[in-house]
């Protein structure tokens, strides 16, 4: 095996930062595409879907979001399972990502273009179909990519370095994400709102698929990974995953992590333009400020880290993101608002960008020592199927709590639902044992 470089690492991380975007498009603007708030109509944004709750409050863009992450889910282990069970030529991992970045990039822009000039039921329709195939693409691409994390991060300071590099390019990334109305802002005069918001879509999608080509053409994966096919069925290797009572301690602190994040990014236009009101555009520079200050916190996580442990910081980041969703939902107008929620975001959102990652590579690692066998992708599958469950229901809580109450009650409450979840999220990871799980892979190397 060849010896894994910095270099080999970051060309990786390229990788995150393409389908970081796509993923940003959807968590950012799915809803404000298609549930648009009453500004951004007469702004020009059109009505697609249904906009009426259809069930006791649920409206029908809260339950496509919802069947979309739970199908996501579902699909993760059945894809991971067949990542690591490939004896493909050139690896478990990259034939997967190398077939399905370009379909990835076309479906991100199609999820944004309806048959139907207006609320019809055809759009219902085609909009879950299509939302069923992002998420199968994202899938295709990033369990096989997410697998590949603790086979290049073969020790411990590879492990932080590589989940450091991963994490700055996906915030990156989602930065990127938010560009979609400044983008668009150059096309409306001539397209219109509408289209150029889909024109904005697509320039995006183009650099993402770009950067998710890069480490499918530049690594070569069995120069660094020994790719030993595991013939466990889906259900035994899900089911062996869970049985892990560390695994489980952590993923159900991730879950509601998850829960309260995605209620929080699915918010943020509306929180920026209905509590704050700020013009829509304004959420990429509250965006760039607190990416910025990420980035200045990245290398004295990564030493705090080899130093203190992960667990510690990462309860450290629950607890202050908990406190973060609580005065995002009491905070008034102006863009002073936005300035301060954005930077005291940064310092949660730097620390759960990098270790989270980690400490499933630990945890998976432990795994193979102490069974002899190696399911890599299950075990980040598993997160994510565990993960996405509490994502969906972060969508169908977010757009009911978005259609009720009269003026922004729905918007505000959603912001203390996300801090309270994110609170007993730290409960859960405090009984997490970090110490033994490190010293079993310190004893065998």
Same mark, same amino acid.
């Given at each position: 095996m060849?010896?894994?470089?910095?270099?080999?690492l $970051?060309l990786?991380?390229?990788?995150?930062l393409?389908?970081?975007?796509?993923?940003?498009?959807?968590?950012? $603007?799915f809803?404000?595409?298609?549930?648009?708030?009453?500004?951004?109509? &007469?702004q020009?944004?059109?009505?697609?879907?249904?906009?009426?709750?259809?069930?006791?409050?649920?409206t029908?863009?809260?339950?496509?979001?919802?069947?979309?992450r739970?199908?996501?889910?579902?699909t993760d282990?059945?894809?991971?399972?067949?990542?690591?069970?490939?004896?493909h030529k050139?690896?478990?991992?990259?034939?997967?990502?190398?077939?399905?970045?370009?379909?990835?990039?076309?479906?991100?822009?199609?999820l944004?273009?309806?048959?139907?000039d207006g609320?019809?039921?055809v759009n219902?329709v085609?909009?879950?179909?299509?939302?069923?195939?992002?998420?199968? !693409? %994202?899938?295709i691409? !990033?369990t096989?990519?997410?697998a590949?994390?603790?086979?290049?991060? +073969?020790?411990?300071?590879?492990r932080?370095?590589l989940?450091?590099y991963?994490?700055?390019?996906?915030i990156?990334?989602?930065?990127?994400?938010?560009?979609?109305?400044n983008i668009?802002?150059?096309?409306e005069?001539?397209?219109g709102?509408?289209?150029?918001?889909? %024109?904005?879509?697509?320039?995006?999608?183009?650099?993402?698929?770009?950067?998710?080509?890069?480490?499918?053409?530049?690594?070569?994966?069995?120069?660094?990974?020994?790719a030993?096919?595991?013939h466990?069925?889906v259900?035994?290797?899900?089911?062996?995953?869970?049985?892990?009572?560390?695994?489980?301690? @952590?993923?159900?602190?991730d879950?509601l992590?998850?829960?309260?994040?995605?209620?929080?990014q699915?918010g943020l236009?509306?929180?920026? =333009?209905?509590?704050?009101?700020?013009? &829509?555009?304004?959420?990429?520079?509250?965006?760039?400020?607190m =990416?910025?200050?990420?980035?200045?916190?990245?290398?004295p996580?990564?030493?705090?880290?080899?130093?203190?442990?992960?667990?510690?910081?990462v309860?450290?980041?629950?607890?202050?993101?908990?406190?973060?969703?609580?005065?995002?939902?009491? !905070?008034?107008?102006g863009?002073? $608002?936005?300035?301060?929620?954005?930077?005291?975001?940064?310092?949660?959102m730097?620390?759960?960008?990098i270790?989270p990652?980690?400490?499933?590579?630990?945890?998976?690692?432990?795994?193979?020592?102490?069974?002899?066998? +190696?399911?890599?992708g %299950?075990?980040?599958?598993a997160?994510? @199927?565990a993960?996405k469950?509490?994502?969906?229901?972060? %969508?169908l809580?977010?757009?009911?709590?978005?259609?009720?109450g009269?003026?922004?009650t729905g918007?505000?409450?959603?912001?203390?639902?996300?801090?309270?979840?994110?609170?007993?999220?730290?409960?859960?990871?405090?009984r997490?044992?970090?110490?033994?799980t490190?010293?079993?892979?310190?004893?065998?190397?």
């Amino acid at each position: 095996m060849k010896k894994v470089t910095n270099k080999v690492l $970051w060309l990786f991380a390229i990788g995150q930062l393409g389908w970081s975007i796509l993923g940003g498009i959807v968590s950012n $603007w799915f809803v404000y595409f298609y549930q648009p708030t009453e500004a951004a109509q &007469a702004q020009g944004l059109q009505l697609f879907v249904t906009q009426h709750p259809i069930f006791l409050g649920l409206t029908i863009l809260g339950v496509i979001a919802a069947i979309g992450r739970i199908f996501d889910a579902i699909t993760d282990p059945i894809i991971a399972n067949k990542s690591d069970s490939s004896s493909h030529k050139d690896g478990r991992r990259i034939p997967f990502m190398r077939f399905i970045a370009i379909p990835f990039g076309i479906v991100t822009v199609l999820l944004f273009i309806m048959p139907v000039d207006g609320i019809s039921m055809v759009n219902n329709v085609v909009l879950l179909v299509m939302n069923l195939l992002f998420y199968l !693409c %994202m899938t295709i691409y !990033c369990t096989p990519y997410n697998a590949l994390i603790p086979e290049l991060g +073969n020790n411990q300071d590879n492990r932080i370095n590589l989940s450091t590099y991963i994490s700055m390019t996906f915030i990156v990334g989602t930065a990127f994400a938010y560009l979609i109305p400044n983008i668009a802002g150059l096309f409306e005069a001539s397209l219109g709102y509408t289209n150029a918001f889909r %024109m904005a879509v697509g320039v995006l999608a183009v650099v993402a698929v770009i950067c998710m080509l890069v480490p499918t053409f530049t690594i070569t994966e069995k120069d660094y990974c020994e790719a030993v096919p595991s013939h466990t069925s889906v259900t035994e290797s899900l089911g062996k995953t869970f049985s892990n009572k560390e695994f489980r301690k @952590f993923v159900a602190s991730d879950v509601l992590y998850f829960l309260s994040l995605t209620m929080f990014q699915t918010g943020l236009p509306f929180y920026v =333009t209905a509590l704050m009101g700020l013009d &829509a555009g304004s959420t990429f520079i509250l965006f760039a400020i607190m =990416t910025g200050l990420s980035l200045v916190f990245y290398a004295p996580i990564n030493k705090f880290a080899k130093r203190f442990g992960k667990k510690r910081l990462v309860l450290f980041a629950f607890v202050w993101f908990s406190c973060v969703f609580l005065l995002t939902g009491f !905070c008034g107008e102006g863009l002073i $608002w936005g300035i301060i929620i954005a930077s005291l975001a940064s310092v949660p959102m730097a620390i759960l960008g990098i270790l989270p990652q980690a400490i499933v590579a630990d945890i998976a690692e432990r795994s193979s020592i102490e069974t002899g066998e +190696n399911r890599n992708g %299950m075990y980040f599958a598993a997160r994510t @199927f565990a993960f996405k469950f509490g994502q969906s229901a972060a %969508m169908l809580i977010f757009t009911s709590l978005a259609a009720i109450g009269t003026g922004n009650t729905g918007y505000r409450l959603s912001a203390f639902i996300a801090a309270i979840l994110c609170f007993i999220g730290a409960l859960i990871l405090s009984r997490y044992k970090e110490k033994e799980t490190l010293a079993i892979i310190n004893s065998n190397h």
